[in-house]
């Protein structure tokens, strides 16, 4: 992708170069729909306008690339595996969830049964003089 980086070596208004280039956080970002390509490139040191030239070649340069795919291939959906790994993640959360609810819900401590006084002596106070508790 094009773009290009201002310096400006003034001390009263100093500016920085930025670089054009996503990494995978703000790809991330992007696809989640947290931030757009322009507030992306605005946090890397992008003046308003150029974030919206960098955005609108992007955006012009994808859909022409998208044509050019589709053409060649016949194929007129995109699937990334982006996609694939939200979908199948999202499914496999829901089994899961499903399996905790069943084991909840699961007896956990099995029977309560109810005992008299000489019963308790003999199988907790006895037992436990004993070491077999």
Known sequence: MDGRGVTNYSKDKPSYGFSTATTEFDDALMSRGVVTFEQAMIAKGASPQEARRLSDMKFNNS??????????????????SDDDDDEFIHT??????????????????????????????????????????
Request: net charge positive.
């Open 63 to 80: 859909v022409e690339g998208r044509q050019v795919d589709q053409q060649s291939t016949g194929n007129n959906h995109e699937v990334t």
């Open 92 to 133: 496999y959360r829901q089994q899961r969830i499903k399996e905790l609810k069943k084991d909840k819900n699961a007896i956990k401590y099995g029977d309560v049964i109810h005992i008299s006084r000489p019963d308790w002596n003999r199988e907790v106070n006895e037992a436990s003089r004993s070491g077999t508790w």
